[in-house]
């Protein structure tokens, strides 16, 4: 059974400061999504990244799949009170598979 | 972009009765769609994996009698929770993929309280 260990679980932040989430695993996933979800609604996908060592860069958001492809990370530079939810990363074991995912990071940002 | 339409986005219903949420690809054929449930401000958590035409692949720990899955067609799975009960209470959320190995795409999830 493949695992992914988010963290932190909770973060509350002022507006404009930065952070980052981290997601961490034993095993090698084929590729990671993260998604944003808002309450009451269904996770948003973000971004999908494939391969060790990519960095993908969405506005001020920057995320990192690692080396070995068991690890990720977002960055989030200069957060802002719309940037307000839970992030979920989640794993894909192999192509076409079901996907893994991390126990999420609920993110308030405070003005 | 691809969308997934889940209905209804919300139901209250009395304890015993049995409610059937669908969710629909919109825009594309859906060879396998996924059933979540998701505690508040937790992760989501795979109930089952259905696949067109075949029986779904339920996770360890789901009762399939309870919760039954039903992927008649490329755009449409329907999830039933059957004589439902408080404990039952819960957001349940749909994902469906294409085939390809596209990503997952989310419906807006269903949330379901049991009086």
């Known amino acids: 059974t493949q695992l992914l260990e988010q963290s932190p679980q909770f973060l509350s932040i002022q507006e404009g400061e930065n952070l980052t989430v981290y997601c961490n695993s034993s095993s090698v996933f084929s590729s990671l999504q993260w998604y944003r979800q808002e309450p009451g609604e269904g996770p948003v996908l973000l971004v999908t990244?494939?391969?060790?060592?990519e960095v993908k860069k969405l506005k001020r958001l920057t995320f990192q799949f690692g080396d070995a492809r068991k690890d990720s990370s977002l960055h989030i530079t200069a957060a802002q009170t719309g940037d307000t939810g839970l992030y979920l990363c989640a794993g894909e074991g192999t192509s076409g598979s079901r996907l893994t995912f991390g126990e999420g990071t609920q993110l308030t940002v405070n003005p | 972009g691809a969308v997934v339409s889940q209905h209804p986005s919300r139901v209250i219903c009395k304890s015993g009765t049995s409610v059937k949420i669908e969710c629909r690809s919109l825009d594309f054929q859906a060879t396998t769609m996924f059933w979540y449930r998701q505690f508040p401000k937790k992760s989501l958590m795979l109930m089952a994996t259905s696949n067109e035409g075949s029986k779904a692949t339920y996770e360890q720990g789901v009762e399939k009698d309870k919760f039954l899955i039903n992927h008649a067609s490329l755009t449409l799975s329907t999830l039933t929770v059957t004589s439902a009960h408080p404990e039952d209470s819960s957001f349940y959320i749909c994902s469906a993929r294409g085939p390809n190995d596209q990503p997952q795409h989310f419906g807006d999830g269903t949330r379901l309280s049991i009086l």
């Open positions: 990244v494939v391969t060790g060592g």
